[in-house]
Nanobody, 119 residues
Framework: QVQVVESGGGAVQAGGSLRLSCTAS?????MGWFRQAPGKEREGVAV???????IYSDSAKGRFTISKDNVKNTLTLQMNGLKSEDTGMYYC????????????????WGQGTQVTVSS
């Protein structure tokens, strides 16, 4: 089983930026970021298909950038223009199934890193 570990979360003012990082213990073709806000279900944020194709949620599009390094086995999420509604626990995950965020079926995530956007 491949392990993934997230880092880079923290507290930031609205309009600020954060860069989340994820390190995998092995190569993964499909990796992505999901998040879960209090009282809500976990939702997809961005997915990278082998670093060649990127999929973003409507809320992330235009503000977030996902990048995948197939040499270092890392996944990065650059978040700009953060809003209070971006607050939540962010999870790095992977799937061996269909590479998308329309379903959580088949996805495996790490322990998460907290992102808090104030005001």
């Amino acid at each position: 089983q491949v392990q993934v570990v997230e880092s880079g979360g923290g507290a930031v003012q609205a309009g600020g930026s954060l860069r989340l990082s994820c390190t995998a213990s092995g190569y993964l073709w499909c990796m992505g970021w999901f998040r879960q806000a209090p009282g809500k279900e976990r939702e997809g944020v961005a997915v990278s298909e082998d670093g060649s194709r990127e999929i973003y949620s409507d809320s992330a599009k235009g503000r977030f950038t996902i990048s995948k390094d197939n040499v270092k086995n890392t996944l990065t999420l650059q978040m700009n223009g953060l809003k209070s509604e971006d607050t939540g626990m962010y999870y790095c995950g992977y799937t061996f199934g269909a590479c998308g965020m329309s379903t959580r079926l088949g996805w495996t995530w790490g322990q998460g890193t907290q992102v808090t956007v104030s005001s």
